[in-house]
Structure formats: structure tokens, C-alpha cells
């Protein structure tokens, strides 16, 4: 049973090593209270719990899945699939927008038995989830953590991240053209009707959790909303919220916080980031993760445009540099067994020439 939890959830299980071990060498004091911040996990919880009742009556799935079945060829339900699943990273985050939509790949692509081309449509689902999600601060977590941390305003946000956004957008709709047009046929699976006033009760509560991302909104109010309106509606959804990303959030603000007071590691990290904040921020992100990196190094840096756009592009290229990436590889493996050796080779020539690319674009154009 350990071993399950810990297979499950070896982020927050790492995480939480790390904040035990750092509060050996600063122990719980005063300096502590500063470590958290309370409305980076406010804003993600309530974007989480909204979701997750939009899930519960299928509301993603059924949209999405119209959408798809219409399309006709094989190359143009995966051109839409990612589409929409870039379009979700926007809007539900990049981990929720994979598992709303893996399953929808799956579906389309089974039907013709042919696995290397799931498992490209899977990547480039991946891909999209990771890079569709840098254009709005709440599309990926690391970018809710640093919109809060460094008080940018949402027009230069959208302004940092729109170049990158655009090149990413070009370089998977290419992607695309590797799908060979066969021809599909596909039937709309018969689902129960959406429930026409919980539909929209739970969008105007999803558009309340993005106004109090854009600061429009107190935080508290719209939290105290979201819960006692899913406490009378869809308690499940509440349980349903996954409280280990807001607990790996706790233990990496923890280990960051305790770090960024150890002088070694301050001069270390910060001499790193002096040569070049964008590929210290790349390469922390191929080891520890976006989310962590974004945390870790925001202690250090000042430079912001730079490690904004560092984390989000750092989200490609291995198989850990994003948390969502382990979700498509568990996703994948679960459907295909015994093809983790080939689809890893996949996942990495796309990954990498697409961190490639877009590294080099941040550093000759945009000159980060």
C-alpha cells in the first residue's frame, strides 16, 4: 500500500523529504510565515475544485468529444484533439486538460490499432498541455506561483509569453502533418444531457475562480463561494480536488523558503543565474521539475521575464521536467503495455528538438 502511494505520488513524496531535511538546517521559526503563499494555493484550489465538478458531469469530455467526431481523417481529429487540449491547458491547467483529454485520444485513435501513431498524438497532447498553458497565469501552476510572487501585471504577462506561445503553437501544428489523413468514422457515444443550470451555475463559479486569479476578486470571497456552493451541489468534487499538488505546493515553498536563507546555496544559485537566468531555469526544470524550479529559483532572481519563460519552456524535455508528462507516460502505458522503451525514445526526439527550438528562440530573439 506504501509502495502504491509513494509510486503515485513520488512529486509530493520528494517534496516532502526535502522540507523535513532543509527544517534540520533551518528549524521552524518566525522567518517561516513567510515561506507561503496563501494566494497561489487559494487561486489554485479554486480553479481545481471547479474543475473537478465540470468533470463530474462530463462537461469537457462531451464538448470535446462533438468536436472530434466530426472531424473526418485521422490527421485532423489529431490536429483538433491537441488543439483542444491546448486551449484546456488555458483554461483548466495543464494536468487537468491531460486527463480530461487523453482518454478522448485514445478513443479516436484505437480504433485504428495503430500504436506509434497514438502515442505521437499523446506527445503532441503532452506538448501542447505544457506550452499551451505559459500563455495565462493560471495555465500552469508554476506560472500562478510566479504571477503571484513577482505582482506582474497581466499585460505584460501575456506580452512576455506571446512569442514563445506563437512558436510553440507553429511547431506542434507541424507536428501534426506526421499523421498520416486516414480515413475515420466514428460515432457520437450517447451520454446523459448536461445539466443545463449546473452547466451554468459552475461556469459563472469558473469565471469568478479567473477573475480572482487577475486579482479582480478577493480571494477569500471566492473561495468561500466555490466550497459552499460545491458543499450543496457536488461534494465529491471538493474530494476530489487533488490536495497532493496543494501539499507538494506547501513542501517545495518550505524547502525554497529554508534554502534561500542558507548563504552556500544563495551564492551558488545566484552566481548560476547571473551567467544566465533562462538556462539555469531550463536545466533545473530537466531535473527537478517546473514547478520546484520555479519556487526554488524565484529566491534567488529578480530577473523574472527570464525564469517565466525558462519554466515554461523547461516544462519539455525529460520525462520529470513536468509533472504532467508522468501523467501522459502513465496514461499511455496503462493502454499499451509493454511499450514504456518506444514510447520514451518518442517522447524524447520531440521533447528535446521542441526545448531545443524554443531555447534558442528566447535566447537569439528575444534575447533572454
Known amino acids: 500500500m506504501l509502495k502504491a502511494f509513494v509510486k503515485k505520488n513520488a ?51 462531451i464538448l470535446a468529444q462533438r468536436i472530434v467526431v466530426f472531424a473526418g481523417n485521422a490527421r485532423t481529429a489529431a490536429l ?39 502515442a505521437t498524438v499523446f506527445i503532441l497532447q503532452n506538448i501542447a498541455a505544457n506550452l499551451g498553458g505559459m500563455l495565462t497565469p493560471f495555465g500552469n501552476p508554476q506560472n500562478l506561483y510566479l504571477y503571484s510572487h513577482y505582482s506582474i501585471a497581466n499585460d505584460r504577462f501575456m506580452e512576455i509569453m506571446f512569442p514563445p506561445f506563437i512558436v510553440s503553437i507553429s511547431l506542434v501544428a507541424l507536428c501534426c502533418l506526421l499523421i498520416r489523413p486516414r480515413r475515420l468514422r466514428l460515432a457520437v457515444t450517447q451520454n446523459p444531457p448536461l445539466p443545463k443550470l449546473r452547466t451554468a451555475y459552475y461556469l459563472f463559479l469558473f469565471a469568478l475562480t479567473i477573475l480572482m486569479v487577475f486579482r479582480v476578486l478577493p480571494p477569500l470571497w471566492v473561495i468561500a463561494a466555490v466550497v459552499i456552493s460545491l458543499l450543496v451541489l457536488d461534494p465529491k468534487a471538493l474530494r476530489r480536488v487533488d490536495y497532493g499538488l496543494l501539499l507538494t505546493f ?28 533562462l538556462l539555469t531555469a531550463v536545466l533545473s526544470c530537466q531535473v527537478i521539475s517546473n514547478v520546484p524550479s520555479a519556487i526554488l529559483l524565484s529566491q534567488f532572481s529578480e530577473t523574472w521575464p527570464a525564469l517565466l519563460v525558462g519554466v515554461n519552456i523547461g516544462g519539455t524535455g525529460t520525462l520529470i521536467a513536468s509533472l504532467a508528462s508522468l501523467i501522459t507516460f502513465r496514461e499511455y502505458t496503462a493502454h499499451c503495455p509493454g511499450e514504456s522503451k518506444a514510447y520514451i525514445l518518442r517522447f524524447s526526439a520531440f521533447n528535446f528538438g521542441f526545448l531545443a527550438i524554443l531555447t534558442l528562440f528566447s535566447l537569439l530573439v528575444l534575447h533572454y
Do not use: H, Q
Open 80 to 118: 483538433l484533439l491537441i488543439a483542444i487540449t491546448f486551449i484546456g491547458s488555458m483554461l483548466i491547467a495543464n494536468d487537468m486538460a491531460l486527463i480530461t483529454f487523453l482518454p478522448l485520444g485514445y478513443y479516436v485513435f484505437s480504433v485504428m490499432g495503430n500504436k506509434k501513431e497514438m
Open 11 to 61: 512529486v509530493l513524496c520528494i517534496a516532502f523529504v526535502l522540507a523535513v531535511l532543509s527544517s534540520l538546517i533551518i528549524p521552524p521559526d518566525a522567518g517561516w510565515a513567510g515561506y507561503y503563499d496563501v494566494k497561489t494555493l487559494c487561486c489554485l484550489f479554486g480553479t481545481l475544485a471547479v474543475v473537478c465538478a465540470l468533470k463530474n458531469i462530463r462537461f469537457f469530455y
Open 250 to 277: 506547501v513542501c517545495f515553498f518550505t524547502f525554497a523558503g529554508n534554502m534561500g536563507r542558507v548563504e552556500a546555496v544563495r551564492s551558488f544559485f545566484s552566481s548560476l543565474l547571473e551567467k544566465s537566468t
